[in-house]
Structures are given as C-alpha cells and as structure tokens.
C-alpha cells in the first residue's frame, strides 16, 4: 500500500471519531445543564480546552459555543469541518473503501449541509446530536463489513483508536479539574452528576454500572479507573492502546510482542507505563499530570506514525499539534497539496 492511501484511511477514521466524540460531549452538556444549575464557564469552556481551543474570543455562551463546535467551517474541531475532512479524505480513496461506505458517508455529508439538519438542530438538539453519533458508528459498521481487512482497515483502525485514546483522556483530565466540586458538594446529587456526565461523554454510564465491583472505592477513583484501565471496555485509554497496537503489529506483521519500528515502540512504551500503574498510583502522582503524559505520549505515537508510514504522503491532515491556528493553517497546507 502507497502511503498516501494509507495516511487518508488513518485521517478518514480519525475525523469520523471526532466528530463523534465533539457530538457526544456536546449533548451530554446540554443535558446536564437542564438538570443542573452549572456556572457557564464550567459548562461550556471545558469543551474548547478538550479540543485545543484556547483563543476563543466570543462570550462564553451556551447557544454560541454550540454554534461554534457544530456548525462554524472556520473552526477546524467543529462537527461540519470534522465530516468535511472526513469526507474528502474518503473522497480521493474511493477506490479502497467500498461502495456502501462511500455512499453512506457522502448521503451524511450532503444531509448535514441541508436545511433539514439545521431544522432538527434548533427544535431538537438531543436529537441533532445523537443523529450525528450514529453516522460514524453506523460507518465503522459498515466498514467492518463491506471493507477487505487488509493494510487499509487496519490504518482505518489505528485512527480510530488512537482518535478514541486521545480523546478519553483529554475529556477525563479537563472535565474533572473544571468540575472539581465544593469539599460540601463532596458525595452529593451534583457531585454525582459530574461523574455521570464524563462517563456519558465518553460512552461509559452502562458498561460502568453494569462492571462487577469489591470493595469501597468512591466515585471519583471507581470512573477514572475504567476510564483508564478498563481492560474490555472499548473506550478505556487502555483498550484503545491494546487495539493500537494489534493494528500496527498487523501492519508491520511482526508480533505484538516484538515491536520493530518507532510508532510500534512508542504505543508499547505507553502500554507498559499502564501497566506499572494503579489508580491509586496515577492519583498519587497527580491525575492531571498522569493524563498530560497519556495526551502527549499519544501525540508523540502520531508524530511516529507519521515518520514510519506516510511521510512524504499528501493526505489531508492535522500537520501539528492541535492548537486552532497551527491547526487550520496545516489544513490549508494539506489541501493545496491534494
């Protein structure tokens, strides 16, 4: 495989992922805010943070900010820029993507651009984003089915884990510090509710609840530590690790025990500094600074792959770390060279 087609799949999956993700915290926002009176910077500014923004220069308001991540072209973590990139990167690969997905894909790139997805956005948000939600998990199903799994879906793969790793941990870290409630809140409804929201944004509230437990662990701890280490639950940082790895030892067709190139040894680094890890450990060491390290570690695994598999390639891609201007301007840089 051409690395070129294989930088678009990767990118493909990834932008998929987050325009999932930016939906689920979205709505999870906005519900909670119906159930709970929550000053609006802790609401809503968390949001930008979870996805780099840090220049945000309009008011802190709940309809802007939505706006701002689900609608604006000019904001490249919104919803509408996420699908866009998703798409055009599928565009220029039709080839290797099957024909099911492509149409799937291009039906709800041309519907969020309608009238009809801005109709249900104003008269039911849920609903705006819990359709949005299904487009990419109706995709990867797709995918999964219609898809030979062959270099391609497992560059498809790597993506979307490593999109879903990077994303548990910023959502874990930022949310929890801006959340952090009053030593009176401590154990309370909206304590509670807090928790349940980060659980929510990454998808956990079932699988949570539903995990055998022993022994007192409170809330706080029992969610940081599935969100983390979860050995099963297909959001945890460490699943996304585990699944990370399995798509590069298939790629590179060496075993997952023998790591042979830089993003190989890089994701196995991380991998094994969970494993020297306990919650309690993470938490004595700081969970803002162990959550930093998974963040930049992950960073660092993408500048790897980027180096072993596509330099030199031309897809459409974010070309550094994901602050909004570096961001937007590798955009540009990208798209020109398409």
Excluded at 137 to 149: K, Y
Excluded at 305 to 312: A, P, Q, S
């Amino acid at each position: 495989m051409i690395s070129r087609v294989a930088e678009h799949c990767f990118w493909m999956s990834r932008y998929l992922e987050r325009a999932e993700n930016t939906a689920r915290v979205l709505e999870v926002n906005y519900t909670l805010l119906l159930d709970f009176h929550v000053p609006t910077e802790q609401q809503w500014k968390p949001l930008l943070i979870i996805s780099g923004i840090h220049e945000y220069e309009d008011s802190l308001t709940a309809n802007g900010i939505q706006d701002y991540m689900t609608w604006n072209p000019d904001n490249p973590f919104s919803i509408i820029s996420s699908l866009n990139w998703a798409r055009e990167n599928a565009r220029i690969i039709r080839e290797v993507i099957s024909v099911e997905m492509w149409e799937r894909m291009n039906y709800y790139y041309l519907w969020v651009q309608n009238d009809e997805a801005k109709a249900i956005y104003k008269s039911n948000r849920s609903e705006f984003y819990s359709q949005i939600r299904r487009i990419n998990q109706l995709i990867s199903g797709i995918s999964d089915a219609t898809m030979s799994h062959g270099e391609a879906w497992e560059f498809f793969r790597l993506g979307k884990y490593l999109e879903r790793a990077g994303q548990t941990a910023r959502i874990l870290d930022v949310k929890y510090h801006m959340l952090l409630p009053k030593v009176e809140d401590i154990g309370t409804a909206v304590d509670n509710a807090h928790w349940t929201a980060i659980l929510m944004s990454c998808s956990g509230y079932e699988p949570f609840h539903k995990k055998p437990r022993t022994g007192p662990l409170d809330t706080g701890l029992a969610v940081a530590e599935f969100l983390i280490f979860d050995e099963l639950f297909p959001r945890s940082i460490r699943r996304c690790l585990l699944e990370a790895r399995k798509a590069l030892a298939a790629i590179s067709e060496d075993p997952i025990e023998t790591p042979v190139n830089e993003a190989d040894l890089k994701v196995a680094a991380l991998y094994r500094w969970l494993d020297t890890h306990e919650i309690e450990t993470i938490i004595g060491e700081g969970l803002h600074e162990s959550l930093t390290h998974v963040v930049n570690s992950i960073h660092e695994i993408g500048t790897a792959i980027h180096g072993t598999y596509f330099d030199g390639s031309s897809a459409i891609k974010e070309m550094t770390q994901p602050t909004q201007t570096q961001t937007m301007a590798g955009m540009s840089m990208s798209q020109s060279q398409g």
